[in-house]
């Protein structure tokens, strides 16, 4: 079940609470630039896994007519997050909810977007079907899930680099390592989710949209 964490309950969150992954700050233009054609005028964005919170921050300041909800099952995480809107976050930025994906009751009616950043291949596949599993619950007709991350796909020759990557990623945790498209395309085609567009990015990454049918 989610659970929000109102900013009382965390008091003043300073500056050691805040945790930084390099790897937003290289890759939060290009993934915002493609979000500008993708995403709605207005409505709620949900970001599942939002890790450290500046995706967040960044997204919900260059998105002002969006309502912007950040969400992630671990307590720092939430905590990170929590601090960085404290210190920076803008009024459509909202206090960070504590999400799993796998649970079956996020405690969010609706969302008008369900934005998963680097999710997928660090998690059990459990975790991106109870991802569509969210997704078909929360979005109403025409909304959309957007993925970003390393993905395999057979239409496009995964680099050396990536296949590294998955080997290193099975051998922290047999239930992680990078997922094909064609598995989350006929998973999310049971929930009534369309795949229309997969985005090359910068570094091997991709993103991937569907929409609600």
Known sequence: MAE???????????????????????????????????????????????????????????????????????????????????????????????????????????????LSINMAHIAPWEATLGLLNGAQRLLSKDGQLILYGPWRADDIETAASNLAFDESLKDRDSRWGLRRVEDLVAEAEERDLRFVEKRLMPANNMMLRLVRA
């Open 4 to 114: 929000q964490i109102p900013p009382y309950t965390m008091g003043d969150l300073g500056a050691e609470a805040k945790r930084h992954a390099p790897a937003s700050a290289r890759n939060v233009t290009f993934i915002g630039d493609v979000l500008e054609e993708w995403l709605p005028a207005k409505g709620l964005v949900l970001e599942t896994s939002s890790g450290t919170g500046e995706h967040a921050l960044a997204f919900a300041k260059r998105f002002p007519d969006l309502e912007w909800q950040p969400s992630d099952p671990d307590p720092l995480a939430l905590a990170s997050i929590e601090a960085w809107r404290q210190e920076a976050g803008p009024d459509n930025l909202f206090g960070p909810l504590m999400i799993d994906t796998r649970d079956g009751d996020w405690d969010l009616d609706r969302a008008d977007v369900i």
